[in-house]
């Protein structure tokens, strides 16, 4: 679940982008949840797609470091402080989320910036070094241990719980519908049926989709970048995936695409993989509550998020597992 794109930065994009967002959008309060379509909208100023990567770096560099003790005391963040950088498993193209500059080629975003705030709570500097997976390699990596962590809008599922471990959740969505923006055919999930869609294998969408549209012929793609391709050339007729990242497509391609109906099915709490029975979820948990009582994960969603999407109100993070 990626969502792909490169950055906006022309007078004309930013201000088409700010409008679709902002008309398909709402704020929202209750627990870490994405920002939800509605039917109607009002304008705003404040959105900007850019990333201010001025106030990014003044929340990443203003993180917290953990005393030698707390290090030292687990195993897995102790190994973590030796090798002097933390390894991370995410992507470089995820718009609101993990997405490398074309400029200086630094990786920012929600995800991105959680992950260098641990690395910086652990060795007491934010490098990490960042390994792409997709839906179908995130729990390998951890498993041959290439990686440490994996930060990519990881779905907490039962079936991955039974491979790696689970630190969180930091934030929660749900599924969304992407479009043509000329589409005028689909405007809820029942329109699906009967309806050619693009999911990414290895995520949740295949099963979301039988359950929600059980009419609808199915297509897995490996990427989000097939898929909103797919979309573009009419070779399939809508895009599910989570709606968060349905925003980064938005953003990006203000002018091709649109979310369309209510957000639907369940609950989809992402959280931080890790590796299976060691004792780096206990560290990582306690480490998100930290940053979840100071207010960095709320600073961090509104420079990534919120400024980006127009939506003003913070949400309440999850409970932690």
Same mark, same amino acid.
């Given at each position: 679940m990626f969502a792909l794109g490169t950055r906006l930065s022309k007078k004309a994009a930013t201000t088409a982008a700010a409008i679709m967002i902002v008309t398909g959008l709402v704020a929202v309060a209750g627990c870490g949840e994405a920002p939800a379509p509605s039917a109607s909208g009002s304008s705003s100023s404040s959105v900007n797609p850019d990333l201010d990567t001025a106030a990014y770096t003044k929340i990443i560099d203003g993180g917290e470091t953990a005393d030698a003790s707390t290090v030292d005391a687990n195993t897995w963040a102790k190994a973590v402080k030796a090798a002097g950088v933390l390894k991370v498993g995410g992507t470089k193209t995820s718009t609101?989320? &993990? $997405?490398? @500059?074309? &400029? +200086?080629? /630094?990786?920012? %975003?929600? +995800? =991105? %910036? $959680? @992950?260098? $705030? $641990? =690395? /910086?709570y652990i060795i007491g500097k934010s490098d990490t070094e960042l390994t792409v997976v997709d839906s179908s390699t995130r729990e390998s990596v951890l498993q041959n241990g290439t990686v440490d962590s994996v930060f990519a809008t990881y779905s907490i599922t039962s079936e991955r719980k039974q491979k790696i471990d689970f630190a969180g959740p930091y934030y929660v969505s749900q599924q969304a519908i992407l479009v043509k923006k000329t589409n005028n055919d689909i405007s809820s999930v029942k329109d699906l049926d009967g309806k050619k869609v693009g999911v990414q294998a290895g995520s949740t969408g295949p099963d979301v989709v039988k359950e929600n549209a059980s009419g609808a012929t199915v297509q897995e793609f490996q990427t989000d970048d097939e898929i909103t391709q797919a979309l573009r050339q009419g070779r399939i007729d809508a895009y599910v995936v989570d709606q968060t990242l349905l925003l980064g497509d938005v953003v990006k391609n203000p002018n091709d695409f649109k979310i369309v109906g209510e957000p639907f099915g369940d609950k989809d709490p992402y959280g931080i993989g890790l590796p299976k029975g060691s004792d780096a979820a206990e560290f990582v948990n306690a480490w998100l509550k930290k940053i979840e009582a100071d207010g960095t994960w709320a600073k961090l969603w509104k420079v990534t998020i919120g400024d980006r999407t127009g939506v003003t109100e913070v949400p309440t993070p999850p409970t932690i597992e």
């Open positions: 609101l989320f &993990s $997405l490398q @500059s074309t &400029s +200086d080629n /630094k990786v920012r %975003g929600f +995800d =991105a %910036g $959680l @992950s260098q $705030l $641990l =690395a /910086k």
